[in-house]
C-alpha cells in the first residue's frame, strides 16, 4: 500500500541557516513525488516534483527537494531559511494503483526564527 | 480569477443545519475532490470524482454527500452539521494522470 510520512510535526531552524523537511514514502511502481506548502489562511500550492531524471529537484521560492531510491525518501530543503518560509509543508505520493491518486503525509510545521 | 474558487471562504452554522459548500474550477480537468483538515491530523479525503457521472467516497465519508454538477462543479453538503464536523474544507483539482493537483483557498466551517 502507497504511504508515506512526515516524521516531524515541527521543524524550527533560524533564519539564515539550512533547511531540511524530512519525507519517506512507500509505494508500488515508480514513485512520483510531491511537495506542497501551505501558507496560513491559504490552500496548498506546489512547490516542486520528482517524476523521473535527476534526483536533485529545484521547486519555487528556492527549495529543492532530493530523492533517494534505496532510502525512499524525499526531504525538501533550502540552502537559507527566510521567516517567510514559515508555513506547514506536506509531502505527497502518487497511488499507481489506486487510479493515480496521491496520498499525502501528515504535515510538517516549519518554523523560522529571526 | 483563481484556478479552483471555493465559496464561501468562511461559514458558522449551528448544529443540525444543512449546509453546501461549492467548488468551480477553471482548469478543465476531469477529477476533483474534497478534503478536511484538521489540526494535527493533516488531510483527509471525503469524496472525489474521476468525471461527471464517476463519484466515490473517500476515507470519511460519514455524514456528508456531493454533488457533481458539471465538469467544473463540485459541491459538498453536510446534511446535518454537527460539531465534529468544525474543520477547514479544501476542494481540488487535477489531470488524469495524477501529476499535480490544484487547491482551492479553502473554506473555514465552524458548527456551534
Known amino acids: 500500500a502507497q504511504s508515506v510520512a512526515q516524521p516531524e510535526d515541527q521543524v524550527n531552524v533560524a533564519e539564515g541557516n539550512p533547511l531540511t523537511v524530512k519525507c519517506t514514502y512507500s509505494?508500488?511502481?515508480?514513485?512520483?513525488l510531491f511537495w506542497y506548502v501551505q501558507y496560513p489562511n491559504r490552500g496548498l500550492q506546489f512547490l516542486l516534483k520528482?517524476?523521473?531524471?535527476?534526483?536533485l529537484v529545484k521547486g519555487s521560492y528556492g527549495f529543492e527537494a532530493e530523492f533517494n531510491k534505496s532510502q525512499t525518501s524525499f526531504h525538501l530543503k533550502k540552502p537559507s531559511a527566510l521567516v517567510s518560509d514559515s508555513a506547514l509543508y506536506f509531502c505527497?505520493?502518487?497511488?499507481?494503483?489506486?487510479?493515480?491518486?496521491?496520498?499525502f503525509g501528515g504535515g510538517t510545521r516549519l518554523m523560522v526564527k529571526p | 480569477d483563481a484556478d479552483v474558487t471555493q465559496t464561501p471562504r468562511n461559514r458558522i452554522t449551528k448544529t443540525g443545519k444543512r449546509i453546501m459548500l461549492e467548488c468551480s474550477q477553471t482548469?478543465?480537468?476531469?477529477?476533483m475532490y474534497w478534503y478536511r483538515q484538521d489540526p494535527g491530523l493533516g488531510l483527509r479525503l471525503i469524496y472525489y470524482?474521476?468525471?461527471?457521472?464517476?463519484?466515490n467516497k473517500g476515507e470519511i465519508s460519514d455524514g456528508y454527500s456531493v454533488s457533481r454538477q458539471a465538469q467544473a462543479k463540485f459541491s459538498l453538503s453536510l446534511e446535518s452539521a454537527i460539531p465534529n464536523q468544525t474543520a477547514l474544507y479544501f476542494c481540488?483539482?487535477?489531470?488524469?494522470?495524477?501529476?499535480?493537483?490544484?487547491f482551492g483557498s479553502g473554506t473555514r466551517l465552524t458548527v456551534v
Open positions: 470524482s474521476f468525471d461527471v457521472k464517476d463519484i
Open positions: 505527497a505520493v502518487r497511488n499507481n494503483n489506486a487510479g493515480n491518486m496521491l496520498t
Open positions: 520528482y517524476i523521473t531524471g535527476d534526483n
Open positions: 509505494v508500488s511502481g515508480n514513485p512520483y
Open positions: 482548469k478543465g480537468h476531469d477529477r
Open positions: 481540488a483539482t487535477s489531470d488524469n494522470r495524477g501529476l499535480g493537483y490544484t
